[in-house]
């Protein structure tokens, strides 16, 4: 006895030790050939390991070979059925209606024949779906129950599999929850975002807002820029860059190195990277991609002297620091956004130094700098402060805060101001959205979390005008306490 149940250890050790988490691509539609999806996911796999996923993890591909007509009409049943649960476009569903949408989503295709979706007609391209989805469902149970995890990137109607594939898994018990699944959305025609994480560009014409859009498909969340990218491109400008003229085909447009997204000034393909390195995060896949690099360190003496660190990549908010200063209180460090760091100093030794602990500098996936960094501080005393600023006192004339799922600061000033920013507070920005100009007026910075009854400063240094006037003073706002 004792001897069987070691071996069952053992076996379970071995099953353990084994347990990965995949990345598997669910193409869209194509032209009803396996070669064009497999180029399809040769493609995405190569653009991810060039954008920071390490070739360690393993992908996947889930292969659709179904034409675009023929998923079309395949995903009649679902569309009538995503328009029933979620009647307000744009509207954001509660946790109870996805659930209903699932469960529903799910008897359909464990019970095909005996449907009761009003005008849902369950002929061959249906069924041909259904195959396809149960498949699905069945690889993704067989990975969970290896004691497998997954990060499921579906592409265009691609998502439509990976949406119903889930919800046949729930509506047979295969799982309980989404716990060691994560899913990613790209150029998505579906209804759902299970985990939140979608890129569907604003100009896409498949997708909601085009005018050939897709009923109820998730609204557009990238605005897309070429070129010096300062302002949005044009669909004409895409194309010059390589873009289809529709804004949707993977390999053209949302894998394409020349188009980047117009807030975090990203390429596309790394946005979408990014996504799956926090996906893969999430699921506890440990680091993912390379390590993150110090790009720059800019010094900045007088009173208060400054050293903010540049990175080439998105941070955690955490940092490690230790030397020869004295931190300014209220300021001991902070994030300017996800990729720059600011300590603020009382004082500090001449011919002294900082050291930037690498564990203590995390990429968003977990990957810490490859080692420590140490800035040595200048051996003369600190310089005079800069000089004063040169143009007429800048005014912030409203302040408001905008609560809900991504909450917002807007800051209106009442005069034309420079395309610069220096925040610091109790909160952690949006990636993609850390401080940005909506017009020369106007600065906004959205919120992945803030702490209730906590401040975000606007430091008076940071915001100039075109004319070269500054704010009086730093002004701070406390956030709500609920």
């Known amino acids: 006895m004792k001897r069987l149940l070691w071996a069952c250890l053992l076996a379970l050790t071995a099953l353990m030790a084994r347990a990965e988490t995949y990345v598997v691509y669910v193409n869209g539609a194509s032209?009803?050939?396996?070669?064009?999806?497999?180029?399809?996911?040769?493609?995405?796999?190569?653009?991810?390991?060039?954008?920071?996923?390490?070739?360690?993890?393993?992908?996947?591909?889930?292969?659709?070979?179904?034409?675009?007509?023929?998923?079309?009409?395949?995903?009649?049943?679902?569309?009538?059925?995503?328009?029933?649960?979620?009647?307000?476009?744009?509207?954001?569903?509660?946790?109870?209606?996805?659930?209903?949408?699932?469960?529903a989503l799910g008897k359909l295709y464990e019970s095909p024949t005996t449907s009761t979706v009003t005008h849902c007609a369950w002929g061959p391209g249906v069924g041909k779906m259904g195959i396809a989805t149960t498949a699905l469902a069945d690889t993704l149970k067989g990975y969970l129950q290896a004691g497998h995890k997954a990060v499921v990137a579906g592409y265009s109607q691609g998502n439509y599999y990976v949406e119903a594939a889930i919800g046949l898994m729930l509506s047979r018990g295969d799982i309980g929850d989404l716990s060691r699944l994560q899913v990613v959305n790209i150029a998505s025609l579906a209804t759902t975002t299970l985990s939140g994480r979608y890129i569907n560009a604003t100009l896409d014409q498949i997708v909601y807002t085009g005018p050939t859009g897709w009923p109820h498909s998730l609204p557009g969340n990238q605005e897309l820029c070429v070129g010096a990218c300062t302002v949005k491109a044009s669909i004409p400008e895409l194309v010059a860059a390589g873009a289809d003229p529709s804004v949707h085909f993977v390999i053209d447009t949302y894998l394409n190195e020349s188009i980047k997204v117009l807030a975090s000034q990203q390429t596309l393909p790394k946005t979408i990277a990014n996504q799956v390195?926090?996906?893969?995060?999430?699921?506890g896949a440990g680091p993912v991609g390379a390590a993150p690099t110090i790009t720059q360190l800019d010094f900045i003496d007088g009173n208060t002297a400054r050293l903010v660190v540049s990175f080439d990549a998105n941070m955690k908010p955490n940092y490690w620091t230790t030397g020869n200063y004295v931190p300014r209180p209220g300021n001991p460090g902070s994030w300017l956004d996800l990729r720059k760091f600011v300590i603020e100093?009382?004082?500090?030794?001449?011919?002294?130094?900082?050291?930037?602990?690498?564990?203590?500098?995390?990429?968003?996936?977990?990957?810490?700098?490859?080692?420590?960094?140490?800035?040595?501080?200048?051996?003369?005393?600190?310089?005079?402060?800069?000089?004063?600023?040169?143009?007429?006192?800048?005014?912030?004339?409203?302040?408001?805060?905008?609560?809900?799922?991504?909450?917002?600061?807007?800051?209106?000033?009442?005069?034309?101001?420079?395309?610069?920013?220096?925040?610091?507070?109790?909160?952690?920005?949006?990636?993609?959205?850390?401080?940005?100009?909506?017009?020369?007026?106007?600065?906004?910075?959205?919120?992945?979390?803030?702490?209730?009854?906590?401040?975000?400063?606007?430091?008076?240094?940071?915001?100039?005008?075109?004319?070269?006037?500054?704010?009086?003073?730093?002004?701070?706002?406390?956030?709500?306490?609920?």
């Open 277 to 283: 390195g926090f996906a893969l995060a999430e699921l």
């Open 31 to 103: 032209a009803g050939t396996a070669s064009s999806t497999s180029q399809q996911a040769l493609a995405f796999k190569q653009s991810m390991n060039r954008n920071g996923i390490g070739a360690n993890v393993p992908f996947r591909h889930f292969p659709i070979v179904q034409s675009e007509t023929e998923s079309a009409f395949a995903i009649q049943c679902q569309k009538i059925l995503s328009q029933q649960a979620f009647p307000l476009r744009g509207v954001g569903p509660s946790t109870s209606q996805y659930t209903a949408y699932l469960q």
């Open 345 to 482: 100093f009382d004082s500090y030794t001449p011919g002294g130094s900082i050291t930037l602990v690498a564990s203590g500098f995390q990429s968003e996936a977990g990957v810490p700098i490859a080692a420590d960094r140490v800035f040595t501080f200048p051996g003369a005393a600190p310089n005079p402060p800069p000089p004063a600023p040169t143009g007429p006192a800048v005014h912030i004339t409203a302040m408001t805060y905008v609560p809900g799922a991504v909450p917002r600061l807007e800051v209106d000033f009442d005069t034309d101001m420079q395309p610069l920013y220096y925040t610091t507070g109790n909160y952690v920005p949006l990636p993609g959205k850390e401080g940005y100009w909506p017009t020369p007026r106007k600065f906004v910075i959205e919120f992945q979390s803030v702490i209730p009854g906590g401040k975000i400063t606007l430091n008076a240094s940071g915001f100039r005008s075109l004319l070269g006037g500054a704010l009086l003073e730093d002004k701070v706002f406390t956030f709500p306490n609920s």
